[in-house]
C-alpha cells in the first residue's frame, strides 16, 4: 500500500485527526469508556452472547459502525482513489490474525493504547505503542527487505 502523494491532504489528516480525539472525548465524558476498538468489540460480542444489557449492546453497536461507515459517507464529498492492498487474502488473514494475538497480549489495541492511554499519560500504554510501533517497523524492513 502506498501513500496518493498528490491527493494528500493535511487538511483532512488533521480533520480525521480531530474527529477520533473527539469521539474519544465524547465516549469519556458521556459513558465513561477508553474508546478501544478491541474492548468495544469484545463488549459486543459479550453482549450479544447475553452477557452485558441492551444499551450496553447498543452504544457498542452505534460506534463500531459509526468506524464502518464513516469513510462511505465520508466519500459522498470527497473524491477518493481507488484502494490498491498489494497483499493477498491469506496475507490479510494472518496479519489480523496476528493483531488480534497481539492485541490480547497487549491488554489492548493500538487505539485504546495509542489515542486514549497516551492521552491520559499511562506508561503501561507508552510501553505497548513503542512495542507496536517497533513490532511495525521490524515486520515491514523483513517483508520488504529480507523477503522481497
Sequence with gaps: ????????????????????????????????????????????????????????????????????????????????GPIHVEAGNGTLVAAGLLVGFGTRLAGGCTSGHGICGLSRLSIRSLVAVCAFMAAGFVTVGVVRHLLA
Excluded: C
Excluded at 10 to 38: D, E, F, K, N, Y
Design 1 to 80: 500500500m502506498t501513500i496518493d502523494w498528490p491527493h494528500f491532504s493535511p487538511l483532512h489528516a488533521l480533520t480525521g485527526g480531530a474527529l477520533i480525539g473527539l469521539a474519544s472525548v465524547m465516549l469519556m465524558l458521556l459513558h465513561g469508556r477508553i474508546a478501544g476498538i478491541s474492548g468495544i468489540l469484545g463488549g459486543l460480542l459479550a453482549g450479544l452472547l447475553g452477557d452485558s444489557s441492551k444499551p450496553e449492546v447498543l452504544w457498542r453497536l452505534a460506534f463500531l459502525l459509526g468506524l464502518l461507515y464513516a469513510p462511505l459517507l465520508y466519500r459522498q464529498w470527497e473524491v477518493v
